[in-house]
Each structure stands twice: as C-alpha cells, then as structure tokens.
C-alpha cells in the first residue's frame, strides 16, 4: 500500500491551491488496500489541521498529521506518530517562526534536541547528514521525489545508513490546480507572472498521483514505494477532538475561592440580604461549574475584569448569575428568566467561551496584562482568524500579476460588491449596476475567471478579534505560536503571540478561550461621564440600572432617535423602534435579537401581535417555548429549544443545530440535522406541512444570531448611551465623534448633534484639546479631527498652550515650531479664526507663504522670494460659506456652520423636494427629496438579486430609503460617495415609520446641469423634474 506523506493543502498559505476536502476527494482509490490515508504536511505551519483531520474522518480516511519545515536552506516533513510528536513539531514550528527573537543554529540543531515521537523525511543530503550527525539516524528518512536529484539523496541515505521512502511532495491535488498554484506563488511574491522565478514553482507533476505513476520513476527501489505504506501505519497522532485544557490553576481550592467570590459579590448586588432565588440558583451554578471544572476559568475572567472598571459582559455569559456577582456582566439573569445552561450545562462536552467588551481604546492595555505580564507566552496567545481571498481582493491581486495599470486596477475593483459571493465573479462585471456606465477595459471577464477559483483560498494570518488562551502549562504543547504584525500600545517592540488555530479549531481542540473585545459606544459612554463630571461635578454610575426607568430616555427609544445610541443607532434597529412604539426592557431585547438577514417575514409578524393581532403558536408543542415572543424565535437557544420541544432531539443534538447554523460551512451538517429534525418531528406526530414551516424559522438563523443574555446585557449599555444622549447632548455627540462614531459619516452626527441643540464648533488653537470635547450646549472639535495634522504637531500646540494662549500667527509659530504644511491646515479649518486679529483665511495664507519664502530665500537665495520682506499683506476678502464648507468637509469631514446641504437650499427650493420632517404628509405619494448619503446596505431579495438600503440626511433629518432590484440595477452605480443626491420616489408608512421607496436617482449637481442646459438626456432611473422647472428660469 502506498500512502502520500508529504502533501500541501492551502494552508500552505501561497503556495497550495487545495482545500483539506480537494486533496481528500482527490486521493487514488487504487492505493487503498485498506483504509485510505493521506498526510497533511503544510509549510511551517498546521493552520489546517483540525480542518483536515475532521474532514478526513467525515470520508472514512486516516488523517496523519505534520508539517513541512523550512528555515533557511534546510527542510524536512516532520510527521506525528503519537502526542510526544506532535508536541515537539509544534515547538520546532514555534521556534522557526520567533526565530528573529531567538536565533536559532538551524533547523537539524532544533530538531535534534525535540525530535521524540516525529518521523523526519527529507531531500536534502546536507540536512540529513547535519541531523544524523548530530542526534543518530533513528526514525530518519530519505525522501524521493521524482526527477534527478534523487540520485544525491539515495547515495546519502546508502552513506548515512538510513531507508529511503518515496513522495510526490504534493503541492496540490489535481494537475489542473497547477495554474492556481503559479498565480499564489506571483502573488505572495508581488510579481507579476511574467517575471515570476521558475524556481519558485512547484513543478506540473507535484500532485497526488496514483503509486502506478510514481513507481516509474523508481524501478530500483520499489520498496521505497512499500515504506510510504509501513510509515504511515506508524502515525497514529490524532488531535483529541472535545478534550479540555483547563485554565491556570490559581490555588489549592479555586472553588472554594470562587463561592467565597460569588456570595460576597450577591451581598453588594442585593444589598446584602441575598434573596432566595438568589441563593438557590448562585447554588444550582456553582454546582455545575464545579462539577465540569471551570472554576479556574472564571478565576481568571474575573482578575481580568477587575482591571477596568467600564467592560460588558456580553454573549451566553450573561445568562449566568455567578458571573453576575463577579461584575463579569451587569445584568441580572433572574429577572429576565435567563437559563444558565445556554452558557454551561452538564452535558455540553465543548467548553464555553466567555466575551468581554471593554473601550476600544483599552483593549490594548488589557491584552498586555494578559501576554505580557500576568501570563507571558508560552502559557497565554491570541487566537488566529485567516484571512481569505474575497471577491475584490481575488481580483485585485489576478489583475496586479497579470501586469493591469494600478488606476484601471482601482476603479474595476472599488465597484466589484462585497456581499454577491454567490454570483460568479465573471458574470458580476458583466451585468452588476454597479458596472453601468463603465467601459470595461478588454480582458476583465477572462480575468475575472482565473480569480474566481481562489475566492476562499486563505491568503495570511491575522487575529481573532479578540480571542485569547490561557493554559496553565505551555500552548507548544497542542498547537503552535508565532509573532502577529500587531503590536500593543505600550510595548512596541514585543510582537502579539498568536496561535495558529482559528476559532473553531480552538474550540475543537479544547483550548478554552476567552474573547477580549473592543467596544466604541462603552469609551463613548466612558468619556461622556467624564466630561459631565468635570462640566457639572455629577459622578454617573456606568453601572446603574436607573436609566431605563428615565422617561426622557424612554422617548428617545419609542421614536427611533437613537442615532449615535449604542447597538439601536443602524436604521432597521431605529425604525424597528418606531414601530414597536416601545421602551420596555424585555421588548428592546426582543426588537434588537428579532433583526437578522432571514428575519424579514418575521419581523413583521412579531409587530402586527405585538400589536393586537390574534395569535397561537404553529404548534401547540411550542406554547411554552414561545409563548414570550408572539410564538416567533427570537434567540439563539430558541433553535435548540424548538428542536427539542418539537422534533425530540435531544438537548445536545438540538444545541449542535444551533452551532452548525452559526458556521461559515455547515452545508453537511445542517442536511444531516434536517432530516433528524424531520424524522423527529414525523416520531412525534406533526405534519409535514407544519414541520417544513419551523424548519423555515429554525434556518432564519443562519450565518448570524444573539443569544437572550447578549441582547440583554447589550441594551443595559444602549440604556446609559440613550441617557448621556437625552439629558447631555454636547458631551454625549462629542464622546461619539472623539471615538470614531459608528454607523454614520462624522457629518452626519454632527448634523444629528446641531438637531439636538447642540452648536457645534471648530477646532481652535487656543480651545481645542486633542480629542473633540462637549459642554453645555456646545461642542469643540479636537485637533483629531483634523487630517494630515501630525500627532507631533498636536502635542507642540497643546505643550506650547500650557503656558499661555497663543497671541497671533506669529507667536503660534514661533513656540509651538509647526511646520508650513500644518499651519495651513490649522488656517483652513478655521483654527486660527480667534488670533486672526482681523485678518481673513486668505490673508493668513498669504502671509504664510511670505514668511515661508523668506525662509527659502535665506536658504536657497532671492529667486525663490515670493513675497519680498516688508511687503504689506493685501486685503483679501474672507472665504464664501460655501467655500469654507468644502474646505471643512475635505479637511475634517464635517461641516461646522451649516449643514452641508444647506448650499443647495435655494436650488431645492426650486425643485420642491419634501423634507424628511415633512416626508409624513405625503404618505402613498410620490415625492422629491434631495440630501446627503450617510449610510447604505446592500442586500439580496430571496431570488437572489441586488437591493440597497440607503440612509440620506437633508439637514432636517434623515431620510430612510430602499432601492428595489430594478432601480437598483438601474442607479446603484451613483451611489459612490456622500453625493449630494436628488431621488424621487413613493412614501411608504408602515406601523408608523416612514421609508421612501426610490424610483429614480441621480446626483443633485448633474440633475441641475440638466436643467441649465434645457433638459439634454435623461437616463433612465435619472429623476424627472416638472416641465414647469425646465430650463431654469
């Protein structure tokens, strides 16, 4: 039997083109004589392997594991034959990867220390004679390949006295994947083919061919053919699937520790009578925690909390009451009837994993207590997230290698969708809107498919967004670690450890993780309390359950004006609450948890009973489960829930449907747990017709979904945003626009602000802080938002100002020593308005320019005087609002005086578009509206075709819009900037929310140019204006 033990599945990351399920699907069945085999081996790295041993084992074949090393001019295929094996190829790929950090003499000297348990085979004559020499020729072997240089390698192997063993050092699976394989090399290069080294390239013939071809290159050693075989039955390492590695042990009792915890952390929750119920589920908690071991676990998330004071517990973690009393999470699970075992039940083998948010800008110093400091590598890592080829970057990088100019490149790709991965890439650039009106240089639809088969292809490590181990002995022991790109603020000079298993991987091998996550609106919240501190002297509690009884705050939810307010700020979460017309609690939860890609008809259900409509469940199986969502599910644990309640599975199998759903590919999974769930369903008696229906709404939560717990915890925080917003409305918009805003454009916050009664106000030399500031009913933007404003620019003003103000240009100059390039920043923006001493933006830059030139003079000579010493500066007149308002929107991104709309206002006057405060009126009509983009989602109708969301702000409010297949296809292709944008179209009221349903679309600018010009062509889908209008009078 022959058995291929040197094969690169695409975590060879570019190199291979094969995914795990190609090589498996591609091995001979004709080298089977009893179970088929294949090794995974791929360059310095064992990304794949939980990947590929699970899929193996799906197909019935044995999975050897191990890796292809490299470093420098030595490389060898190390294979596990038991855990010892496995151990030490982790820590040999570990050590090559840190070796920048720590030198290493070479990968025979590396392995010849840490080799126990591992076969090594290798090409290279020099690498086996180093390793011999240095550590005997035990479990050594010669590798074969075809072409001459085996010859070299058996005299080595006849000298050093050790077998030879033959492979095809696969690179991928199937001849036709050659081409693959050469453009991921000329990528990963950044080359073009062209000029891409031969030696680079794996050869044509470098996959998995049957042992009849491989034996006739090898006539004289077909045993070598035979060893493949034997060595193969050797490796019988397998990753353990479900296995558990606990977290630090932290003392002789960490149970005891944590009760003491729990019940001390109950008497300050409860004023320290702990209530009954209290007691009896802190009881019921502690006794699984215990029993499965975790109390470690939450030892450590609980040490971690303590070192900041605002964070979220959020996620499954929120159901339990222990981690309520450990201020892991802020809200009580009780109330809202939140089951601990949706976090941790006894018969749940995977462990859990906890999420904690903290301010963006924090994360980093948490993430160095962790790595650097309380648990230094190897005991703690961050996990992996591998980053694939998708539409645009497949594109790019096909049309880079094939030599295209980088602006054809750029303005093709910039139009290539984000979401249509389901539609050939070649038939996107053909019939998408987005490429109407584009003339589509010659070649892109051949090149549109040869990128098409890497979409998916992982292309290069990067980071979880927040998912950190911690084991109490060394990671190199289960997987291997190497240096992220990224560094932490505070230790540029010490690389992220990572490991080199993605989530699921982690999760598989039973490594516990625990997600450290950065969160905006809680820095927003943060920084909010801090300014009403220092501007009234009142102290908020962050973590107070007060502001959901407040009835301003209240009234901010039941008419959606939630703009800036934490995880109800995106329009289908605002017009939601307009429609729900509510502030409860438990309805906000269910409102934020109901919105998801496959909901829609849902949706809509939940609000016609919520709001009176006669109701029961599908079936009467379910009254209980559903009975506090209008008989919708609503929650994750509603899917195992349902599957338990209606087709009779078990707790544990329903809750891997729910897992299979969250999954990027769970296409083989979910057909498996369908047709349990529908021979279930037909066990207990429910027809078929009704079956199919809850099938159709356990599926609904494919791809994305929340758990009760994290919708609860995630409104608390969206309560205390929407209580900054009702009663401190300067220090809450500035909080949003100093850290980043969120769903919006910063114009558009600062346009929601001034509705708000905020004035907003720009940066000043003498005001501004680095970060944008509230107080009162003013705001102050930072010198942040300033771009091309150099951070050492910034920090001069500010140490200058300590002092005493600046007085004019000069002194501003003079002591704070700025550049050229950033006093005209500051002179552009308005910066220097208040030590201008009456002199105009223009004359500020005229004498800039003439001190400048005096500077060159001195330097250069008279010729490059422009403006000769003792010059008087001229009397230039001020800049036009208008003026001033591009140069703020290009600079900062906003408009301070006026809303950027507002230049139109006598043109739109004209036209007689409806405003969004008056869009009610009109209901069933159609309209004309104008306004600026702030926002847009595109999204597919259930056939499959394009559609877009589109939210335009008009300076009167915000104006929500859907653009429907056909107009979609018609226009989608304007909507690529914040525009000003003329749109006509239908107002629709539903439940009270108002939408525009657009029918035609262009930029204002061109609809006016039309009009100058006496109408001249009109596309189709541009919008019509009353002949009345035409030509402008």
């Not at 058996?154 to 394989?181: C, K, Q, S, Y």
């Not at 050797?234 to 353990?240: D, E, K, L, S, W």
């Not at 996620?315 to 009780?334: F, K, M, N, Q, R």
């Not at 209008?630 to 891997?656: K, P, R």
Request: glycine residues 8%.
């Amino acid at each position: 039997m022959f058995t291929h033990l040197h094969a690169h599945s695409w975590f060879s990351m570019g190199q291979g083109p094969s995914s795990p399920e190609a090589l498996l699907a591609a091995l001979p069945e004709e080298d089977s004589d009893g179970t088929p085999t294949l090794a995974c081996t791929d360059t310095n790295g064992v990304y794949g392997a939980v990947e590929f041993q699970r899929a193996a084992e799906e197909v019935g074949v044995r999975p050897i594991l191990g890796a292809h090393l490299v470093l420098g001019d030595e490389a060898c295929v190390a294979l596990a034959m038991d855990e010892r094996g496995w151990g030490a190829i982790c820590r040999a790929i570990t050590a090559i990867h840190w070796r920048q950090s720590a030198p290493l003499s070479g990968l025979a000297a590396l392995l010849a220390a840490d080799r126990n348990g591992a076969l090594i085979l290798s090409s290279s004559p020099v690498f086996l004679d180093r390793l011999v020499r240095l550590s005997g020729p035990e479990e050594v072997y010669a590798e074969l390949t075809p072409g001459p240089a085996r010859h070299a390698v058996l005299a080595a192997a006849a000298r050093l006295g050790i077998p030879p063993v033959v492979t095809n050092a696969a690179m991928f699976a199937a001849p036709g994947d050659w081409e693959r394989h050469r453009l991921l090399r000329a990528i990963s290069g950044n080359t073009t083919l062209s000029a891409l080294p031969a030696e680079s390239v794996s050869s044509r013939e470098a996959w998995l061919k049957p042992r009849r071809e491989l034996a006739r290159h090898f006539p004289d050693v077909p045993e070598a053919l035979d060893r493949a075989g034997e060595l193969a039955e050797r490796c019988r390492y397998r990753i353990p699937i479900g296995r558990r590695t606990v977290a630090p042990r932290h003392a002789e009792d960490a149970f005891r520790r944590l009760r003491e915890l729990a019940f001390e952390g109950a008497r300050q929750r409860y004023d320290y009578t702990i209530p009954y119920a209290v007691r009896l589920r802190l009881e019921h908690e502690l006794d699984i925690i215990g029993k499965k071991d975790f109390a470690d676990y939450f030892l450590v998330v609980h040490e971690i909390v303590r070192h900041a004071r605002t964070h979220c517990g959020r996620g499954s973690v929120a159901h339990s009451i222990v981690s309520y009393c450990l201020g892991i999470t802020h809200v009580d699970p009780l109330p809202s009837n939140l089951v601990f075992e949706r976090f941790l039940n006894p018969d749940r083998k995977d462990p859990p994993d906890i999420d904690l948010d903290f301010p963006w800008d924090e994360r980093d110093t948490i993430l160095q207590w962790i790595l650097h400091t309380s648990y230094p590598a190897p005991r703690a890592a961050m996990v992996a997230n591998y980053n694939t080829f998708k539409l645009r970057g497949a594109l790019r990088e096909v049309a880079k290698v094939l030599g295209r100019p980088p602006a054809e490149i750029r303005e093709v790709t910039r139009r290539v969708p984000w979401f249509s991965e389901s539609t050939p890439l070649d038939r996107l650039l053909a019939e998408h809107p987005n490429f109407m009106g584009l003339d589509l240089p010659a070649g892109w639809i051949e090149l549109a498919r040869h990128a098409a088969p890497l979409i998916g292809t992982p292309r290069h490590l990067s980071l979880h967004p927040g998912g950190v181990v911690i084991v109490p002995d060394a990671l190199t022991k289960y997987v291997p670690m190497e240096p992220a790109a990224k560094r932490l603020e505070g230790t540029p000079d010490r690389p992220v450890p990572v490991i080199q298993f993605d989530k699921d991987s982690t999760e598989d091998a039973g490594l516990v993780k625990i997600d450290i996550l950065g969160n905006r609106s809680l820095a927003v919240i943060r920084d909010g309390i801090r300014m009403v501190q220092a501007n009234t002297g009142r102290q908020l509690d962050y973590t107070s359950q007060e502001a959901g009884a407040d009835p301003a705050t209240q009234e901010l939810f039941r008419t959606g004006r939630t703009m800036g307010v934490f995880y109800t700020e995106s329009p289908a979460s605002r017009l939601l609450c307009i429609k729900s017309r509510t502030a409860k609690f438990e309805l906000l939860v269910l409102n934020t948890s109901i919105i998801r890609p496959a909901s829609i008809r849902y949706v809509r259900l939940y609000l016609e009973r919520l709001h009176g409509a006669p109701w029961q469940p599908i079936d009467s199986s379910l009254t209980a489960t559903l009975g506090t969502t209008f008989g919708i599910m609503v929650y994750q644990e509603d899917v195992a829930n349902v599957c338990a309640a209606f087709a009779g599975m078990s707790l544990t199998e329903a809750d891997g449907v729910r897992k299979a759903l969250s999954k990027k590919r769970p296409v083989k999974e979910l057909a498996a747990y369908r047709r349990e769930f529908f021979e279930g369903a037909a066990r207990q008696g429910r027809s078929t017709a009704v079956t199919e229906e809850v099938w159709k709404m356990v599926m609904s939560f494919a791809g994305y979904s929340f758990c009760k717990g994290h919708s609860c915890s995630y409104i608390q925080v969206a309560q205390q945003s929407a209580y900054l917003r009702a009663h401190y409305p300067a220090e809450f918009f500035a909080a949003v626009l100093a850290n980043g805003g969120g769903f919006y454009a910063p114009f558009a916050y600062v346009a929601e602000a001034r509705r708000a009664g905020v004035t907003v106000r720009p940066p000043d030399v003498n005001l501004s802080e680095m970060n944008t500031g509230g107080r009162g009913a003013e705001i102050r933007l930072g010198f942040q938002f300033i771009k091309g404003l150099s951070a050492g620019a910034q920090a001069r003003i500010l140490a200058a100002r300590s002092e005493r103000p600046f007085e004019n240009l000069a002194d501003l100059r003079a002591r704070a020593e700025l550049r050229p390039d950033d006093l005209r920043l500051l002179i552009k923006v308005g910066a220097l308005d208040g030590i201008a001493r009456g002199a105009t933006r223009p004359m500020m830059l005229w004498e800039l320019d003439r001190h400048a030139g005096v500077s060159r003079q001195r330097a250069h000579g008279p010729e490059l005087l422009a403006n000769p010493p003792g010059s008087r500066t001229p009397p230039l007149p001020e800049y036009t609002a208008e003026r001033r308002r591009d140069e703020e929107l290009d600079l900062l991104d906003v408009s301070t005086e006026r809303h950027p709309m507002s230049v139109h206002d006598a043109a739109t006057r004209r036209l007689r578009t409806v405003s969004a405060t008056d869009l009610h009126r009109y209901a069933g009509q159609y309209v004309l509206c104008a306004g600026m983009l702030t926002t847009a989602k595109p999204v597919h109708t259930a056939k499959d075709e394009p559609m877009q969301f589109a939210t335009f702000d008009d300076g009167h409010g915000l104006i929500e819009t859907v653009l429907f297949p056909d107009i979609h296809a018609r226009r989608a292709h304007v909507l690529f900037d914040r525009g000003p944008f003329l749109f006509r179209g239908k107002v629709e009221e539903d439940f009270g929310a108002i939408t525009v349903t657009v029918t035609e679309l262009d930029r204002l600018e061109r609809v006016l140019r039309r009009r100058e010009e006496g109408g001249g062509k009109r596309e189709a889908g541009m919008p019509s204006l009353p002949s009345s209008l035409l030509p402008l009078p």
